[in-house]
């Protein structure tokens, strides 16, 4: 699985690239950001090349709905994230794809087309970046972190937008990012480039590979009380895990909360 995984996100990869710079088509979803013929075609051919060899395994893709097979088996994928970054030829962006065994995450597979990085992570297994194991970063104190994080689609029209925590930090860490692929900041996360990463509203998506890349990188992902990451939820707080406690202090400090929805 985790070869088909891999070889999916590559053909899926190859995909993306030939629309980079050449996009013809892009729509407007309703309070989601955009799509593009970039986002439809790569989810055909990963979901083609996943069940080619798995036609009875269940999938939770972006841009479609498949119908459910009744499978243990269930894979989690988003075929473009950081649409916006593509649409305007902007090099940050990247294939996600999880897999779910009976509810539990086992497999996650990153996969930047741009820079050929191709983040692998098994449950047990540890992570790894281009078949080199990585670590998540030593940095212990927030002064000393860079941190990403991202704004929801619908941050002009609801008050629950991020923009209150990304003060705090913007205040209290080295630096924060926003890159614009939700993926790759988990990724990052994961390869010790960031030390920490938030963001609500995101879709299990866009979770669900780099969470577990987060972990067997030695890393920890919760929602913004420190419960444990529901990929189905609306928190992300992944980190290195030394400075969890420190940003969970601050998110709490919020002066709204998702869950106030
Ligand atoms: C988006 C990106 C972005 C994040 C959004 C996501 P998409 O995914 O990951 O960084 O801030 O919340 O929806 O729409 O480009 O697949
Ligand atoms: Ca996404
Ligand atoms: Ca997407």
Redesign the pocket.
């Known amino acids: 699985m985790r070869v088909i995984a891999i070889q999916a996100a590559q053909a899926g990869g190859e995909v993306l690239m030939q629309h980079f710079g050449r996009l013809t088509q892009i729509e407007e979803k309703h309070l989601g950001?955009l799509v593009t013929e970039a986002d439809r075609n790569s989810e055909q051919t990963i979901v083609e090349a996943i069940r080619s060899t798995f036609p009875r395994h269940d999938v939770l893709a972006?841009e479609n709905t498949y119908a459910a097979e009744g499978s243990p088996y269930k894979w989690i994928i988003?075929p473009?994230?950081?649409?916006?970054n593509f649409a305007h030829s902007f090099p940050w962006f990247a294939i996600s794809i999880a897999l779910e065994v009976e509810g539990e995450l086992v497999l996650g597979v990153i996969y930047n087309p741009v820079s050929g990085e191709m983040f692998v992570a098994e449950k047990g297994q540890g992570a790894f970046l281009n078949d080199q194991p990585i670590k998540v970063s030593t940095v212990d104190s927030l002064e000393q972190s860079l941190l990403a994080t991202?704004?929801?689609?619908d941050r002009k029209i609801s008050e629950v937008n991020n923009y209150d925590h990304f003060i705090t930090f913007q205040q209290a860490a080295q630096a924060c990012r926003r890159p614009?692929?939700?993926?790759l900041?988990l990724a990052c996360v994961a390869a010790g480039r960031f030390d920490g990463y938030w963001?609500m509203?995101?879709?299990p998506w866009?979770v669900a590979a780099g969470k577990l890349l987060v972990e067997e990188a030695g890393g920890t992902v919760t929602d913004f009380k420190g419960t444990p990451c529901d990929i189905y939820g609306t928190e992300t707080l992944a980190s290195n895990g030394q400075i969890h406690d420190t940003m969970l202090e601050l998110l709490s400090r919020g002066a709204t909360a998702t869950s106030a929805e």
Do not use: N
């Open positions: 950001g972006e988003d473009l994230d950081g649409t916006t991202g704004f929801p689609y614009g692929a939700a993926a900041d963001e509203k995101l879709k866009d």
